[in-house]
């Protein structure tokens, strides 16, 4: 079992900036992989984006250039930096380990 917990949610006025971070605990693999999801009021979960080991990111179109992932050495967090942030980017963040494992997830609000 994996165990992830997030921070750094809150409300925010667009074009402004948030930082997400979740960390893993439990039975961790030294290669895996964490990311980041997020579902709107009334939407389906989508995927944000994603790293891999230490080097391979995945990034969703509608946050490229403005969001970046990253993660410790350890390997055991995974961070998410959002910049210029818009009022559609409105909703719960929940981070991802190896895609089995949930974090419970974290409310970013931005409004107009």
């Known amino acids: 079992q994996v165990q992830l917990v997030e921070s750094g949610g809150g409300s925010v006025q667009a074009g402004g900036s948030l930082r997400l971070s979740c960390k893993a605990s439990?039975?961790?693999?030294?290669?895996?992989?964490m990311g980041w999801y997020r579902q709107a009021p009334g939407k389906q979960r989508e995927f944000v984006a994603r790293?891999?080991?230490?080097?391979?990111?995945n990034i969703a179109d509608s946050v490229k250039g403005r969001f970046t992932i990253s993660r410790d050495s350890a390997k055991i967090a995974v961070y998410l930096q959002m910049n210029s942030l818009k009022p559609e980017d409105t909703a719960i963040y929940y981070c991802?380990?190896?895609?089995?494992?949930w974090g419970q997830g974290t409310q970013v609000t931005v409004s107009s």
């Open positions: 991802n380990y190896n895609i089995q494992f």
């Open positions: 439990g039975n961790i693999f030294s290669v895996n992989g």
């Open positions: 790293i891999v080991g230490g080097a391979l990111i």
